[in-house]
T-cell receptor, first 110, second 114 residues
Framework: QQQVKQSPQSLIVQKGGIPIINCAYENTAFDYFPWYQQFPGKGPALLIAIRPDVSEKKEGRFTISFNKSAKQFSLHIMDSQPGDSATYFCAASYGQNFVFGPGTRLSVLP | EAGVVQSPRYKIIEKKQPVAFWCNPISGHNTLYWYLQNLGQGPELLIRYENEEAVDDSQLPKDRFSAERLKGVDSTLKIQPAELGDSAVYLC????????????FGNGTRLTVT
């Protein structure tokens, strides 16, 4: 129940494309869903986050879609750029307990 | 604000040797985490502190791992003795500890055990 599933494991898109990364959870106690971006040799950095009382949140080119009944959420990157090439982790938390997905390695080709 | 600071950045040791990692969280963050990140995987919690108290150490292999957070600020994670399977990145993170406060990660220590 503590697991967060994430797919795909890797993703390659052309510049300008819209990569979509999907996550699913089981524990309905989770009440905060952040996404983290990690570049090689760096720690994960918060990208965008959503609470379950909202179905969508947009910040710049990044959008989270949240489906509470399906216990699924996804990250969309609009107009993707080569600089977006990184590993993306979804996470779910309740209280101060954070559980991370296994990550998606995104490559944006120029 | 200064971010989470970890040292060293890299460490190479032989198996059975001890090793220690240090973390200084963001000022004012009373919750501190140590995570293990294996290659190609997401961070996995080892231990979480609220101030000086370890409130979740259920995933810490206590036969060889230990941690401390004296005075509720910086923290040290120790492995003794190290095994080959301990090769990984050890990440420290901190947060304000309030509802829905995000984690802020350091850049980690990459440990290689030979």
């Amino acid at each position: 129940q503590q697991q967060v599933k994430q797919s795909p494991q890797s993703l390659i898109v052309q510049k300008g494309g819209i990569p979509i990364i999907n996550c699913a959870y089981e524990n309905t106690a989770f009440d905060y869903f952040p996404w983290y971006q990690q570049f090689p040799g760096k720690g994960p950095a918060l990208l965008i986050a959503i609470r379950p009382d909202v179905s969508e949140k947009k910040e710049g080119r990044f959008t989270i879609s949240f489906n509470k009944s399906a216990k699924q959420f996804s990250l969309h990157i609009m107009d993707s750029q080569p600089g977006d090439s990184a590993t993306y982790f979804c996470a779910a938390s309740y209280g101060q307990n954070f559980v991370f997905g296994p990550g998606t390695r995104l490559s944006v080709l120029p | 604000e200064a971010g989470v600071v970890q040292s060293p950045r890299y460490k190479i040791i032989e198996k059975k040797q001890p090793v220690a990692f240090w973390c200084n969280p963001i000022s004012g963050h009373n919750t501190l985490y140590w995570y293990l990140q294996n290659l190609g995987q997401g961070p996995e919690l080892l231990i979480r502190y609220e101030n000086e108290e370890a409130v979740d150490d259920s995933q810490l292999p206590k036969d060889r791992f230990s941690a401390e957070r004296l005075k509720g600020v910086d923290s040290t994670l120790k492995i003794q003795p190290a095994e080959l399977g301990d090769s990984a990145v050890y990440l420290c993170a901190s947060s304000l500890g309030t509802v829905n406060s995000p984690l802020h990660f350091g850049n980690g220590t990459r440990l290689t055990v030979t």
